[in-house]
């Protein structure tokens, strides 16, 4: 954080601090560094590190009011597939940096808890080693403002609902058929991602979440969340490959259940078993259209999504800092419903698209000193689809990770 800004940060502490007798605060944070081995796709496994840090100091104010500044920063040298244009976007390594601020009111006469809350994030990809930092194509800003207020319904039941506003830029991003006005055949180039800025979206989001205890030996959680998202700088592509004066809008809506199931053999012997289930779903009014075959694809970004996660987690120690061993499995099913698959040619082949994607992994974390942990983190991910043609993007990839480091804590 830049000195000004951490100075104006203390200076609204201090002030909202003035009518309590003294300011309480307790540092929260930590940094990761970890290095290992990665492989994507039958490449030749290379060395890749990921460094994360966070501080996030909870101050409280008076007897009703605590504020949360956080601070994070993560840089990922692994190689990893990104979401941004509705399909796999290569990235070689990322950085992020973000800063955030919640304020938090819990009377103790009230069951009510409120949270309103702000947030910045910037995002740099590098989809090459060789792009220099802050060039690339999805680097990404985002802006974040919200408000939750939670209910207290028992000892260990709560309700949530929220509601955000977010705007998302990205300031690099444009085509290169947008910087030509006509194609090498002399037509006007009109396809819906090409043009300067036209993955900036802003819109709002609702949630509502709870969580509470099923019976004896099990805690419910659950989830929901609708997302409507406006593009103002992406027109609607027509039939003809033309755009439409009327702007995109996409509508997404996700929701998930998981259940854990915690289990003590002794105060030294622990374990916690889970299961997560989900499901999301997105609705656009935008098509796509393939020029170098001139075929309009309607509901191009459309898609159904289903995903299940199992873990078991092995605690041994002391309940402050004791040794955890878990293993999970994922499993992901992503089909486009109106975007057809194509065959190795780049011909559509009728099916509609589709991709299932499994992960496995490991993670180990031994405390070594006060503040000091070894991490061991190995992941392998397998992703197959009837997507034949991806010179542009990977459908089906092997990708292995083998990580090992320390996390210090404050």
Known sequence: MRRPAAKALALVLLAAAAPARALEWVPLGGISALGGLHSFDGERGSFSGNVDADFAPAARLSPSWALLPSLRGAYEGTRRLNDVLGTATPAEQSLEARLGLRSIWSSPSSRW???????YDFTWLRETRDEDWGKGLF?????DLGFEA????GPQSSVRAGVEWFAAEFPNYTTLESQAALDFQGKPLSRELVGDHALDRQGWQFSLAGGAPLGARLILDGKAAVVWSAFPHQPLVDEGGQLEPDDRQDVFGDASVSVRMPHAWNADLRALGGLELGASVNSSNQNGYDAA?????PGFYDYVEWRAKPSATLIVGPERRPVSATLSVGWRRREYQHRPAQDE???YSGGALATTEWTVGARLSYPMAERLSLLFDVERASAA????????YRYSYQATTALAGVRWDW
């Open 139 to 143: 680097d990404q800003r985002r802006w």
């Open 150 to 153: 939670e209910r207290l319904v």
């Open 113 to 119: 808890r409120l949270k309103p809350e702000a947030a």
């Open 293 to 297: 075959l001139g075929r309009f694809l």
């Open 345 to 347: 040619s780049g011909a």
């Open 385 to 392: 689809s009837n997507q034949r043609f991806q010179q542009f």
